[in-house]
């Protein structure tokens, strides 16, 4: 396990110079327990896959930011993904405009 959570870390930090395969390697790794996540979060199945792809896009644009000496790469992922999931939830809490 520990093997692999380094692994994650370092994909995770080439990740962060540019490398799109490493990160591809990152999604495929963690992309089932965010949509688990996202599931939990939002029951309707269009609104789990637009929060996990959302989170993934956050995750590739911030990957740059990442510090393992601060949190493991599944961790991090995940932390944003539960952002992602809870602002989208008071996305849909929110009305409409004009109602």
């Known amino acids: 396990m520990r093997s692999e959570r380094r692994g994650l870390e370092e994909l995770l930090l080439l990740s962060g110079l540019g490398d799109a395969d490493a990160f591809a390697r990152v ?52 932390v944003l993904a539960c952002s992602v999931a809870l602002r989208s939830r008071g ?6 405009p004009g109602r």
Do not use: I, K, Q
Not at 46 to 70: C, G, K, Q
Not at 91 to 96: C, K, L, M, N, W
């Open 27 to 78: 999604y495929d790794e963690l992309a089932p327990r965010v949509h688990g996540l996202s599931t939990r979060l939002h029951r309707a199945p269009a609104a789990a896959e637009a929060v996990t792809e959302e989170a993934f896009l956050e995750a590739w644009r911030r990957a740059p930011s990442y510090d393992p000496t601060r949190s493991g790469a599944e961790d991090w992922v995940m």
């Open 91 to 96: 996305d849909e809490s929110r009305p409409a």
